[in-house]
């Protein structure tokens, strides 16, 4: 009967005799594995084992057939989860300083036990060449990166729209939202044209945000609506006149066919808002609270939608409501709504190259060949620059300075990197243009930023 015990001596025996270390002097041609390395969540699940197996069979093909194996292990050891574990077990209260240093506990912590159940497993990787991304050596290479492409106008910073979370309180990318269908009811309202008399009636499923409507919008091809293109309407409660515009992209058959166009409900206002170049009313704050509402203002969003929805009732406004089943956007870390806001943030550039990269996955080979689709969907759906940048603690900091005066952004030192413009002086006393006070950037990078230069 096969005595699983073995294992572990076989283990011992394979790390003491050095078997898959690679030899930087030997004159094997090199076979370079570049591993995604895996979040430090404490506990490998059978996707690891899954995924890692079939790297590690192809480590172990590659030197049986007299490569020179360089198959690093790298550990994605920051982030939203990690942060997430220590406020749950010690609370927010914690100083900043306290609050990192349970977040690099934590993960130290969790990477060793994975370490261990890797090797328990047998995977083959070579531990003197591991990388963990929250070491002090690994946030300059990061810090480094950001630099250069700053330097050649690849990161940025700017005012645009982020799809925000405003129970973790900060920015973040599209992919890091998931859709989840809920009960809601779709609002039949009626806008009374300009000049009283004729109404015009939109449905939305969120009456919350009419304070920022700046324009009603239905299909050209819409017998029924067509009509009252190029007129004016008047928003309900808030008595702002606003455009009744085309566009073809309005859906005929969703409720009646007019929509209004709020800055910003979600992706499709903003194409809207882009598209016929509509003036930016500020909706929601960063703590999800409505503003610039007039009475409105500093209530919740579920706040808001019934107090409105309780007085357009009062002014025989609403229609009706139906019973709907809607999407609505969340955060994949803590699972609740999603807001998009105008919010000053750092981005990188990627919707100009989408075209180079389906380029250059076309020049790949694809083993199994379906995996190009995954590429190529993605630089499809490319809507806008990534924002690289995070309102949180437990991430590798945004290298940059900023003068309080003229708006001047000063880069740190290279020579200096790893810095944490947060809590450090910059390398020098005032802003090279105006003379004006530097203070630090307090936003931190994305954690795919990190995971992203292996």
């Given at each position: 009967?096969?005595?699983?015990?073995?294992?572990?001596?076989?283990?011992?025996?394979?790390?003491?005799?050095?078997?898959?270390?690679?030899?930087?002097?030997?004159?094997?041609?090199?076979?370079?594995?570049?591993?995604?390395?895996?979040?430090?969540?404490?506990?490998?699940?059978?996707?690891?084992?899954?995924?890692?197996?079939?790297?590690?069979?192809?480590?172990?093909?590659?030197?049986?057939?007299?490569?020179?194996?360089?198959?690093?292990?790298?550990?994605?050891?920051?982030?939203?989860?990690?942060?997430?574990?220590?406020?749950?077990?010690?609370?927010?209260?914690?100083?900043?300083?306290?609050?990192?240093?349970?977040?690099?506990?934590?993960?130290?912590?969790?990477?060793?036990?994975?370490?261990?159940?890797?090797?328990?497993?047998?995977?083959?990787?070579?531990?003197s060449?591991?990388?963990?991304?929250?070491?002090?050596?690994?946030?300059?290479?990061?810090?480094?990166?950001?630099?250069?492409?700053?330097?050649?106008g690849?990161?940025?910073?700017?005012?645009?729209?982020?799809y925000?979370?405003?129970?973790?309180?900060?920015?973040?990318?599209?992919?890091?939202?998931?859709?989840?269908?809920?009960?809601?009811?779709?609002?039949?309202?009626?806008?009374?044209?300009?000049?009283?008399g004729?109404?015009?009636?939109?449905?939305?499923?969120?009456?919350?945000?009419?304070?920022?409507?700046?324009?009603?919008?239905?299909?050209?091809?819409?017998?029924?609506?067509?009509?009252?293109?190029?007129?004016?309407?008047?928003?309900?409660?808030?008595?702002?006149?606003?455009?009744?515009i085309?566009?073809?992209?309005?859906?005929?058959?969703?409720g009646t066919?007019?929509?209004?166009?709020?800055?910003?409900?979600?992706?499709?206002?903003?194409?809207?808002?882009?598209?016929?170049?509509?003036?930016?009313?500020?909706?929601?704050?960063?703590?999800?609270k409505?503003i610039?509402?007039?009475k409105?203002?500093?209530?919740?969003?579920?706040?808001?939608?019934?107090?409105?929805?309780?007085?357009?009732?009062?002014m025989?406004?609403?229609?009706k409501?139906?019973?709907?089943?809607?999407?609505?956007?969340?955060?994949?870390?803590?699972?609740?709504?999603?807001?998009?806001?105008?919010?000053?943030?750092?981005?990188?550039?990627?919707?100009?190259?989408?075209?180079?990269?389906?380029?250059?996955?076309?020049?790949?080979?694809?083993?199994?060949?379906?995996?190009k689709?995954?590429?190529?969907?993605?630089?499809?759906?490319i809507?806008?620059?990534?924002?690289?940048?995070?309102?949180?603690?437990?991430?590798?900091?945004?290298?940059?300075?900023?003068?309080?005066?003229?708006?001047?952004?000063?880069?740190?030192?290279?020579?200096?990197?790893?810095?944490?413009?947060?809590?450090?002086?910059?390398?020098?006393?005032?802003?090279?243009?105006?003379?004006?006070?530097?203070?630090?950037?307090?936003?931190?990078?994305?954690?795919?930023?990190?995971?992203?230069?292996?």
């Open positions: 009967m096969y005595d699983p015990s073995i294992e572990e001596k076989l283990v011992a025996e394979w790390e003491k005799e050095g078997l898959y270390k690679f030899d930087i002097n030997s004159s094997k041609p090199i076979y370079t594995i570049d591993t995604p390395p895996p979040f430090t969540s404490g506990v490998l699940h059978m996707g690891h084992a899954l995924s890692y197996s079939f790297i590690d069979f192809i480590a172990r093909y590659k030197r049986m057939k007299g490569y020179n194996v360089y198959y690093p292990q790298g550990w994605d050891t920051m982030g939203f989860p990690t942060e997430r574990a220590v406020e749950k077990k010690y609370g927010k209260n914690l100083t900043s300083e306290e609050f990192i240093k349970k977040c690099e506990e934590i993960s130290i912590q969790n990477l060793n036990a994975m370490r261990n159940q890797m090797l328990r497993l047998g995977f083959s990787f070579d531990k060449y591991e990388y963990i991304t929250l070491s002090s050596d690994y946030k300059k290479k990061v810090q480094l990166s950001i630099l250069l492409m700053y330097e050649k690849l990161v940025y910073k700017g005012t645009h729209a982020v925000w979370c405003p129970y973790c309180h900060t920015a973040i990318a599209r992919e890091e939202t998931e859709e989840r269908e809920e009960k809601g009811k779709l609002n039949y309202i009626n806008f009374v044209l300009s000049g009283g004729e109404k015009i009636t939109i449905a939305t499923t969120r009456p919350e945000l009419m304070h920022a409507c700046v324009a009603v919008v239905v299909n050209p091809n819409d017998e029924k609506n067509k009509k009252y293109i190029g007129k004016k309407a008047v928003v309900p409660i808030f008595n702002r006149e606003v455009d009744i085309a566009d073809e992209d309005v859906d005929i058959e969703f066919g007019a929509e209004m166009v709020c800055t910003f409900g979600d992706k499709e206002d903003l194409i809207m808002f882009h598209r016929h170049n509509l003036k930016e009313i500020k909706a929601i704050d960063e703590d999800g409505l610039n509402a007039g409105y203002t500093g209530l919740s969003v579920e706040e808001a939608r019934s107090a409105i929805i309780s007085d357009l009732k009062a025989g406004l609403l229609v409501q139906e019973e709907i089943l809607h999407t609505v956007k969340i955060h994949d870390r803590c699972e609740n709504p999603v807001e998009l806001i105008s919010s000053e943030q750092w981005f990188m550039k990627t919707k100009e190259f989408a075209e180079k990269i389906k380029e250059q996955a076309e020049k790949i080979e694809w083993i199994p060949e379906f995996t689709r995954y590429l190529l969907d993605w630089a499809e759906y809507d806008w620059d990534w924002v690289i940048s995070r309102q949180r603690k437990f991430d590798t900091p945004l290298p940059f300075w900023i003068c309080k005066k003229c708006g001047y952004i000063l880069p740190a030192d290279k020579s200096k990197l790893p810095v944490d413009p947060r809590k450090e002086k910059p390398h020098v006393e005032k802003c090279p243009k105006c003379g004006g006070e530097l203070v630090g950037e307090s936003s931190t990078c994305d954690v795919w930023v990190d995971s992203s230069i292996t």
